[in-house]
């Protein structure tokens, strides 16, 4: 790591130094040119053409917990990069953030922000609040500016359960943001992506408050389906190949991702649904 020797070959004062909870501002200071929004990129307007890009990710709020699913497909332009891409990954033990935009720089800002978690966890002996995470993940989001405005945009979708809740029913939490890392709350479900106007009209007619943990997983999953049928961005369940939408479920007993039989079994329920009432 560049600035990793200091005098006498010993370690540099900033690997010792006391104090720093943060791994991103350690990195500012030992190696600035790890971080994704710091590095030069080559002129034009083309670079974010030839960058892989993810599309649609969702998440709704259940009692007790919250659900988040991504399509699996990543586009180049007009053509189709992936069709099993995964954009929704676990934060820690009760958060998972979803990704839309650039994927290399999105994964990227994904792995860094699961180390970020887990350093300040490590050096304060108590892990971040769910309010303190989001705060974390906004100020990453906002190091990406200049690249954002070049065009490689890492637009996140963050969700958990908050563990300091008074009621545990509303602990489910979900936060988007734009790419100037401005944090919005929002209110039982949202959407980003290129599918997010057609996924949210879904879920603004089959989410409900107080639904279980199974009639919110159907209803992001279809809500997925519908993207998909006005996106062409968006990635259909694919049952040929057996690639249905990655989905994880936040409870207070930890982030768990779906098995793909019981996600399989929802997606052929939902089509099977669909081919009898085509407009759901």
Do not use: C
């Amino acid at each position: 790591m560049a600035g990793a020797d200091g005098p006498n070959g010993r370690l540099a004062g900033h690997f010792t130094a006391p104090g720093l909870s943060s791994f991103v501002e350690f990195l500012r200071v030992a190696a600035p040119d790890m971080l994704p929004g710091t590095r030069l990129l080559p002129a034009g307007e083309s670079v974010a053409e030839l960058a892989p890009h993810g599309t649609t990710v969702v998440a709704a709020a259940f009692d007790g917990g919250v659900v988040m699913a991504g399509d699996r497909r990543a586009t180049m332009g007009n053509l189709i990069a992936e069709r099993d891409v995964e954009k929704v990954y676990p934060a820690d033990d009760y958060s998972v953030i979803g990704i839309a935009g650039t994927m290399g720089v999105a994964l990227e800002i994904v792995r860094l922000f699961q180390v970020e978690l887990e350093h300040y966890e490590k050096i304060e002996g108590t892990p971040l609040t769910l309010e303190g995470k989001a705060n974390r993940l906004s100020t990453m989001i906002r190091g990406n500016l200049g690249a954002a405005m070049q065009g490689l945009a890492v637009v996140p979708l963050f969700a958990g359960v908050d563990m300091d809740a008074d009621d545990p029913g509303s602990a489910g939490r979900i936060m988007s943001y734009d790419i100037t890392g401005g944090r919005h709350e929002q209110r039982g479900y949202h959407a980003v992506g290129s599918g997010s106007l057609f996924a949210r009209s879904a879920l603004k007619k089959r989410w409900r408050a107080g639904a279980s943990q199974d009639e919110t997983v159907t209803a992001v999953i279809e809500s997925l389906y519908d993207a998909a049928d006005e996106d062409s961005a968006t990635g259909g369940p694919d049952m040929v190949r057996r690639i249905y939408p990655l989905v994880m479920v936040v409870t207070s007993d930890g982030a768990v991702r779906l098995g793909e039989e019981t996600v399989g079994g929802i997606v052929e329920t939902v089509l099977a649904n669909r081919t009898e009432h085509p407009g759901g």
